[in-house]
């Protein structure tokens, strides 16, 4: 199975040592998988341990993930408009991952919520581009930086949106 971005998460987890990864949609549990991987090879390396929440209400999901990671994951059986919020009060997120579908409201919840619990210069991702305006829209309102990264899947039907990221670090302009 061709890994696509998730290689960038891999590489965002090793470079920032995250202490909290939230994704929100998990489907076969790929991402997570490499996610989880990545924050068992900071600990590896003397690290301390990270850990991952998941968002997903199917109950078929998530069964690529290895049983040896479950000290470090939790998969909340749920929509992320049903459990979000809750899940997050009181913890601070390092990486957030959106890879739900691309549905406005629903990406504005998201990083709406995200960035409300978002520890200073987390990283805030999204795994469908720019196929809504919700982050491009959040980093505008919050002063945060926004990158796009465009790149397209190669011999897929479907070439992607890219992968966008934004960092909950407001921006002061200097003159
Ligand atoms: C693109 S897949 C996720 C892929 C996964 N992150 C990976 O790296 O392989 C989208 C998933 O979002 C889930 N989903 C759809 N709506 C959701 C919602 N409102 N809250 C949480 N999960 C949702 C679907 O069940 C599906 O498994």
């Given at each position: ?15 920032r040592r ?24 900071n600990?590896?390396?003397?690290g ?128």
């Amino acid at each position: 199975m061709a890994l696509g971005h998730r290689p960038l998460l891999w590489a965002l987890i090793r470079l920032r040592r995250p202490h909290v990864v939230v994704e929100t949609g998990l489907w076969y549990g790929l991402g997570a998988m490499v996610m989880l991987r990545a924050l068992e090879r900071n600990v590896e390396d003397g690290g301390h341990a990270g850990r991952l929440i998941s968002f997903d209400p199917d109950p078929t999901a998530g069964w690529m993930v290895p049983q040896r990671h479950a000290d470090r994951w939790t998969w909340a059986r749920a929509t992320t408009q049903d459990a979000l919020a809750a899940n997050l009060a009181g913890i601070r997120v390092d990486l957030f991952v959106h890879d739900t579908p691309s549905e406005p409201d629903l990406e504005r919840y998201e990083f709406t919520t995200a960035a409300d619990a978002a520890a200073p210069g987390a990283v805030l991702c999204s795994g469908n581009g720019q196929n809504t305006p919700a982050l491009r829209e959040l980093c505008d309102q919050r002063g945060f930086p926004f990158m796009h990264h465009d790149y397209a899947a190669a011999g897929h039907f479907y070439r992607g949106n890219g992968i966008s990221f934004a960092t909950a670090t407001r921006m002061t302009k200097t003159l």
